[in-house]
């Protein structure tokens, strides 16, 4: 007796798919990307889309983790201590202007400031996701902050957490800036005075 054989699903790259889906995310907003559109970015059939990664939400849940994971990598690098913090934070923009002014048709600034925000009320996982990114970057900066505190860069008694999220406050005033058409000299001025408002004018 012969068996049907089943058809398999076919081989894709995991990290891939979801690169394409970011891209398709990023210009659309989580709202404006159909199944449709991810269908065709992606390359894989809904059925597909479903199986590997589920609904919509949770494959533009697995698009903001890759996103926090990259850009929590790109922030360890710039604050490595080996530099000054004026360094570093002047590294942290820079890094940060590289992703937010890139795009075909318009700078898209950042991914999560750009998507998520919009999403975060309506949906729970996303705001969790969102809140749990800007802790994460936040005390990232709070750690080299309190040893630049230690380490005599900054005055005794200075709040390392407050000055962490009034640099990242700086760092999401680019994005958002970047996304609405500031030039690269007008936000690279920013960035220079946000560093020089947290380590003092040199």
Same mark, same amino acid.
């Given at each position: 007796?012969?068996? #049907? !054989?089943?058809?398999?699903?076919?081989?894709? +790259?995991?990290?891939?798919?979801?690169?394409?889906?970011?891209? *398709?995310?990023?210009?659309?907003?989580?709202?404006? =990307?159909?199944? +449709? =559109?991810?269908?065709?970015? =992606? !390359?894989?059939?809904?059925?597909?889309?479903?199986?590997?990664?589920?609904?919509?939400?949770?494959?533009?849940?697995?698009?903001?983790?890759?996103?926090?994971?990259?850009?929590?990598?790109?922030?360890?690098?710039?604050?490595?201590?080996?530099?000054?913090?004026?360094?570093?934070?002047?590294?942290?923009?820079?890094?940060?202007?590289?992703?937010? %002014?890139?795009?075909?048709?318009?700078?898209?600034?950042?991914?999560?400031?750009?998507?998520?925000?919009?999403?975060?009320?309506?949906?729970?996982?996303?705001? +969790?996701? %969102?809140?749990?990114?800007?802790?994460?970057?936040?005390?990232?900066?709070?750690?080299?902050?309190?040893?630049?505190?230690?380490?005599?860069?900054?005055?005794?008694? =200075?709040?390392?957490?407050?000055?962490?999220?009034?640099?990242?406050? *700086?760092?999401?005033?680019?994005?958002?800036?970047?996304?609405?058409? +500031?030039?690269?000299?007008?936000?690279?001025?920013?960035? #220079?005075?946000? *560093?020089?408002?947290?380590?003092?004018?040199?």
């Amino acid at each position: 007796m012969n068996e #049907k !054989k089943r058809g398999r699903p076919r081989a894709f +790259d995991a990290r891939e798919t979801l690169e394409k889906a970011r891209e *398709v995310f990023w210009d659309r907003g989580y709202a404006g =990307t159909s199944l +449709d =559109t991810l269908s065709a970015a =992606t !390359k894989l059939n809904r059925p597909s889309l479903y199986g590997a990664f589920g609904d919509k939400e949770a494959l533009y849940l697995d698009v903001m983790e890759g996103y926090r994971a990259e850009s929590m990598d790109a922030l360890a690098d710039a604050l490595d201590p080996s530099f000054p913090l004026r360094d570093n934070l002047a590294r942290v923009y820079d890094s940060a202007l590289a992703v937010y %002014l890139h795009g075909e048709t318009a700078a898209r600034g950042c991914f999560l400031i750009g998507t998520a925000t919009a999403e975060a009320i309506q949906h729970e996982r996303v705001r +969790d996701l %969102l809140s749990r990114s800007l802790e994460d970057f936040d005390g990232a900066i709070e750690r080299r902050i309190a040893l630049a505190v230690e380490r005599g860069e900054l005055p005794e008694g =200075t709040d390392a957490g407050m000055l962490a999220r009034l640099a990242s406050a *700086v760092m999401h005033s680019l994005a958002v800036r970047a996304r609405a058409g +500031d030039s690269r000299e007008m936000l690279e001025a920013l960035a #220079k005075s946000g *560093v020089d408002m947290i380590c003092g004018r040199a």
